[in-house]
């Protein structure tokens, strides 16, 4: 079951492009936002049923899902979990160079880009319920096992900011 519809930063990119580009690529978005509510606003959504997929399917990438929405345009999608990640929006020929590129990768979908639905149908969420606080943990104790260089990758961009702050100082 989908339980989230997360849209790529590259394909709200180039949603926005194909919205510039004239009467038949705004036609063109305005299908694939439709497909988008037919998986987040339905009950029980059928990613086969949810508009018509390509003719031949997809074998380069697992997963892989292709909704062909006329006029040559092609909206690529991936299923991993309960996510559905809508990746990519473009004409035959640009799907197909953009899967040739990633074809043989593999986990390379990024959820800290772009933006989350949940699915509607999918029912609440089941949140664990919090931990009582403990009185005696300890967060420097924490701390003391992360290496300074493991800080400094997640928080890279902190990081980089600082120095550029400190140096125009």
């Known amino acids: 079951m989908i339980r989230f519809v997360h849209l790529e930063r590259r394909f709200e990119k180039e949603l926005e492009t194909l919205r510039k580009r004239g009467e038949i690529a705004l036609g063109v978005a305005r299908k694939a936002e439709e497909v ?6 339905r009950e029980s959504p059928d990613l086969k049923k949810a508009w018509k997929l390509t003719g031949w399917g997809e074998k380069r ?3 892989c899902i292709k909704y062909d929405l006329g006029d040559g345009f092609r909206m690529i999608c991936f299923r991993r979990g309960e996510t559905l990640f809508v990746s ?3 004409t035959h020929d640009e799907c197909h160079n953009w899967l040739d590129h990633f074809s043989g990768r593999h986990n390379w ?15 609440p969420l089941e949140w ?4 009582p606080p403990n009185e ?3 967060d420097d104790f924490l701390l003391d096992q992360i290496e300074d260089k493991t800080l400094r990758k997640i928080f890279s961009g902190l990081v980089k900011n600082a120095k550029q702050i400190d140096q125009s100082i």
């Open 128 to 131: 664990p319920e919090p931990a």
């Open 109 to 123: 979908v990024a959820e800290e880009n772009g933006t989350t639905i949940p699915v509607l149908s999918a029912g």
């Open 136 to 138: 005696d943990f300890d």
């Open 88 to 90: 990519y929006i473009g």
């Open 36 to 41: 988008i509510a037919n998986l987040t606003e």
């Open 61 to 63: 990438v697992d997963g």
